[in-house]
């Protein structure tokens, strides 16, 4: 007998006591079984407390900054200025370029411009001193960017390996309030990102400290 | 599961060591305080905890329930996404399969993301053993490897060592495992941080295969979630070729929605965090992103014989936030080595016996870790009710009972460390059986009370050094109720 079928016989054996009508739903897609929506009570809510659009996105800017990420805002006109001033500032000299961002974002920036290759190595990438992209979706609630490897934000590994992400977020239309609101955006094909605030860690008597692994300087764009 | 702590003693006996070493207090006390006051006010912020709670109760309990069809359909999902699915019904099965695959590239190092799974069945000693060296990647779990040292902890493996601790372990060991220390290095948390960015930093950047856990397996997608902070986990899940997950059978959720849930419950529960700084999610593989194989190991390991327990099955919720250890009073004094499991704290007192089941002295004494007080329970984002589990292992334990072991039916001897209080309950059981008995008992006790020792010998004597024994009446109840006829005639 394989190890498959050994795991699924003890399991239903240590099922028996489990109602034979307890039809299990098993659903077909996201949110399509109306049986399954009954199997579980969702008392909570879609999204905690009323906002209008502005407070939302004052939110997000509100939660990002409490974990250490930096906040710029601005509106579409002065984009090319706000990221060439925060690349400027930094000293960044290279700047790792996803796919599909909008060329026009770095028109302004006086730093040399590395696409992303599928050839690119680690190694490679570590030499870049920031990247900077776009995002898929952006909660509010929690203060978090999410990124889906869309072509405007590449693979996952060039928001990662350098040391500095600088990412873009179009407001409001993709600021959501909630988790809930954000897992509804996404497609679950696509890989995703969660990012809340630059590394950290809490491993040194569970207190927090930023900047180990992933980029230890995390600035958010809200443009609109 | 694994042998790495074959040959513990008993809780009592290990606790001992831990309570009577003041540094080790000290640490524990100062970590799980702050965590403690953090969490509350995190989960304070939300509203609706009450109702997210049993949420993710219920759909726990309903992917339980239902957990041979979801089995497949996630097997079904990660194949479809260009994921390979493999089955393990035990830690050794788990192993051998890694470590094939990791042979299978050719490679001899691996890089690791923090997983309980991997740390359960002891995998790096297993690939050890076959000549492929692991590297962990969590700063916990790193300076734990470092140190050569045991996880006390399931989100911080560490807990037990301070930051000048710490710093010690960096200086003298790093440099056998790669990158030495900075020179000078302080205790300062953020220079530490450093050290281990600087440390790891070529490891990940040179990694081939990298083995993971997951927080969350989604039947409907195939799904697998990682949810962590310092960025390690996102190193080994995209940079190398190869990636190798080994998850808990009980991982799975069914739907995309249910993530909605738990991505809100876990950050708070765990680093009380309105989120945690990195959550990956992946489906199968993705072409020009991240490896392009993708091996996912399903592991039994005990998780099938706790299925099979009706009470002790809602153990099998876990989350594993660790939020019940930071609240435990036992924990905070006898520190999570004690447990002799890679699950310390409440959830470990009741998780380790049924995974292994009680033959062992250390398992059979963990459902006694415990002053049953409940605080566990009340912080439990899935709501396992872990007095009620312990209440159940302990009658396990005690009495004896049909089990489910390796997936067979077996009936426990009820354990031999009991048998002075079985005897002295079938002694009374003899005697309350026995009206005569019983009367020739209690007026001998009433008549010889001038003659009773003030505390009790043997192995009761300790017991009675802080305790006064009950007086014995100058006369037993009954003859009193007979003699004065209930009381009215002599109220002497």
Known sequence: MSSRERILGRVRRALADVPRDDTPPVPEGPGRDPQYEQAVSRAYVREHGSRSVAETVDLLAENLADYRAIVHRCTADDLAATIAGILAARGSGTVLVPPGLEPEWLTAADVEQVPDRAASTPHELDRVDSVVTACAVAVAETGTIVLDGSPDQGRRRITLVPDHHVCVVRVPDQVVSSVPQALERLDPARPSTWISGPSATSDIELDRVEGVHGPRTLEVILVG | MSGTFVGMPAFPEAAHEAVNNPTLRGNLRHATHTIRAKRAKAVAEVSDWSALREAGKQIKDHTLRHLDRYLVRLEESVTAAGGIVHWAADADEANRIVARLVKETGESEVVKVKSMATQEIGLNEALEAEGIRAYETDLAELIVQLGRDRPSHILVPAIHRNRGEIRDIFTREMSEWGRPAPEGLTDTPAELAEAARLHLREKFLRAKVGISGANFMVAETGTLVVVESEGNGRMCLTLPETLISVVGIEKIVPTWRDLEVFLQTLPRSSTAERMNPYTSMWTGTTDGDGPQTFHLVLLDNGRTDTLADEVGRQALRCIRCSACLNVCPVYERAGGHAYGSVYPGPIG????????????????????????????????????????????????????????????????????????????????????????????????????????????????????????????????????????????????
């Open chain 2, 349 to 492: 007192a009741i998780l380790s016996p049924q995974l292994r089941g009680t033959a062992s002295e250390i398992d059979a004494s963990l459902p006694y870790a415990s002053s049953l007080c409940g605080a566990c329970y009340e912080v439990c984002p899935v709501a396992i009710d872990i007095p009620e589990v312990l209440v159940h292992l302990r009658e396990r334990v005690v009495e004896g009972g049909p089990v489910t072991r390796e997936g067979n039916k077996v009936v426990l001897k009820p354990a031999k460390g009991h048998a002075a209080e079985r005897a002295a309950m079938r002694a009374a059981r003899w005697a309350f059986a026995r009206p005569g008995a019983l009367r020739a008992g209690q007026r001998l006790a009433s008549r010889t009370r001038r003659l009773h020792p003030r505390t009790l010998p043997g192995p009761g004597k300790a017991w009675s050094d802080s305790r006064d024994l009950p007086a014995v009446p100058a006369e037993p109840f009954r003859d009193w109720w007979q003699r004065t006829q209930g009381g009215k005639g002599d109220a002497k």
